[in-house]
């Protein structure tokens, strides 16, 4: 049984800062792209960012410059490092391998507010 949780959410001022940790239940260290996702209430899931092998990374042109995605196959562990943060960054954060079928999270919260 193939599980991932993430963690590390939690209410943040705007410009503060948070590290999403994704801890999977099997080895990472064979597939090819790692990602982030968000789902804001009310709209669609929407990629944030994957890495690759290789240390191929890309980015969502709203994170760009703000978060940075990175992994450690010893630990088989995904993280997201979130700087700058801005309240439109508010959403439930998954991670993601693209198994067959792919597996998803139970997500961890980010709010971002004053």
């Known amino acids: 049984q193939v599980q991932l949780v993430e963690s590390g959410g939690g209410l943040v001022q705007p410009g503060g800062s948070l590290r999403l940790s994704c801890v999977s239940s099997?080895?990472?260290?064979?597939?090819?792209?790692v990602g982030w996702y968000r789902q804001a209430p009310g709209k669609q899931r929407e990629l944030v960012a994957t890495?690759?092998?290789?240390?191929?990374?890309n980015y969502a042109d709203s994170v760009k410059g703000r978060f940075t995605i990175s992994r450690d196959n010893a630990k088989n562990t995904v993280y997201l490092q979130m700087n700058s943060l801005k309240p439109e960054d508010t959403a439930v954060y998954y991670c993601?391998?693209?198994?067959?079928?792919?597996?998803w999270g139970q997500g961890t919260q980010v709010t971002v507010s004053s």
């Open positions: 890495m690759t092998r290789s240390g191929s990374l």
């Open positions: 099997r080895s990472i260290f064979n597939i090819g792209t």
């Open positions: 993601n391998l693209p198994l067959s079928p792919p597996l």
